[in-house]
């Protein structure tokens, strides 16, 4: 079963992309603090920001590629440190 997009994090990045590196961070660091404690909304940002990694690599854009998997991997890395059961396999199973 796809899971259902909750949330405006992809529309977000992207629009902020304009703006440059700068509105990114700011746009990251907003959605995160904000929403990182909903299991849900947190494994919706690692499956965006999983996916705009991989639409910078495949643009050759290596910069914009590199910041979206870091952000990638401290969203995955609070997910491990933080959730449990049934939050924790939700995250596994959307994820994986």
């Not at 404690?37 to 854009?61: F, K, P, S």
């Amino acid at each position: 079963m796809a899971e259902r997009v909750s949330t405006t994090f992809y529309s977000d990045f992207v629009i902020s992309e304009k703006f440059g590196i700068t509105a990114i961070e700011d746009t990251f660091k907003r959605v995160f603090d904000e929403w990182k404690d909903n299991y849900l909304y947190l494994t919706e940002l690692a499956m965006v920001t999983n996916q705009l990694c991989w639409e910078h690599y495949g643009r050759g854009e290596g910069q914009l590629m590199e910041l979206y998997a870091d952000y990638y991997y401290k969203v995955r890395d609070y997910a491990y440190e933080n959730l449990t059961g049934d939050e924790l396999r939700h995250y596994y199973e959307v994820t994986d």
